[in-house]
């Protein structure tokens, strides 16, 4: 029998924290493979303040990182391309939940679900709950935060 | 204040407070809660020290939704920090951030990070979407908010 050496990194809350800090640096760098490549395939994305209420039903932000996720970032980084993150606080435990406190900013380029651009800035403080399986790789993504602000720090006052 | 708080860990006193939150009862909260607390509803744009401010916080939610349901979904705790995911659902029968009575109801999912030292909490930073509050009573634009 052949004995290798394993070089995997087993999860602890400073493993998975690294892997969301990753996170976070890929998507200041716009680099949006690379955010995507840090989950497992089918990672759960649910950004709880995205939703559009239609005449019979109201589409939310929910669903998958590859469905929902990636053309939610890439959408966001089209529309405001200085599109960045300030992190403030990365807190983790060995169950692999990372909770980060940031500020996501940008400058409004190119219109924004009903927002037109008028090259308004906006910084948001956001809370995110990650959850890190044991492959080290992020296997769910939750969002919090005011919408409302964004949209008024953009001067589009209507409550769509 | 009282002084009869029993220290216990994070989780212990987070859910001490979520239990008195969810069964309506500000006081109860507030006992699990530093004088000098540090906080910050980002919605409501408050960015305050002092158990009063909480307690404020606590009181209006409670007088604009008298009926008000908080479920908890998840806590996660993080060392001395506790972060808890819920919502919160309730008939409006008071003004609230300035929208005027419509008696809608409203449900708002909501994440409240508490940092707690010795039994009590020191600092709590509280994360919904404004919009969607909003939304749900027919407030139909910011710069309006009071004429429904």
Partial sequence: MTETT??????????????????FDCYRAH??????????????FR?????????????????????VGKPLWAGLIASFPDLSNTV?????????????????????????????PAGKHYSEPHLFIFHVGPDLLID???????????????????VD | MTGSVVTGTPTQTVQAFLDAFAARDVDAAMAVVDPLVSVTVHPLDVHAHGAEALRTVLADLLRGFPDLLITVSRVITTGDVVTALLTAEGTQAASYAGAINTEKHLDIEQAWRFATDGGLITDVAVYWCQAQLYRRL???????????
């Fill in chain 2, 138 to 148: 027919a407030v139909k634009r910011y710069d309006e908010i009071s004429i429904a």
């Fill in chain 1, 88 to 116: 403030h606080t990365v807190l983790s435990n060995d169950d692999g939940d990372v909770v980060v406190q940031a500020d996501i900013k940008g400058t409004q380029q190119g219109a924004w679900g009903l927002i037109t």
């Fill in chain 1, 47 to 67: 950004y709880v303040p995205v939703e559009m209420w239609g005449k019979q039903r109201v589409l939310r932000g929910e669903g998958t990182v590859g469905t």
């Fill in chain 1, 31 to 44: 680099d949006v493979d690379r955010m995507t490549g840090l989950f497992s395939i089918n990672a759960g």
């Fill in chain 1, 140 to 158: 769910s993504i939750t969002g919090y935060w005011n919408d409302a602000g964004i949209s008024k720090q953009l001067g589009h006052n209507e």
């Fill in chain 1, 6 to 23: 394993s070089t995997k990194q087993t999860r602890t809350a400073d493993s998975a924290a690294a892997v969301v800090t990753e996170f």
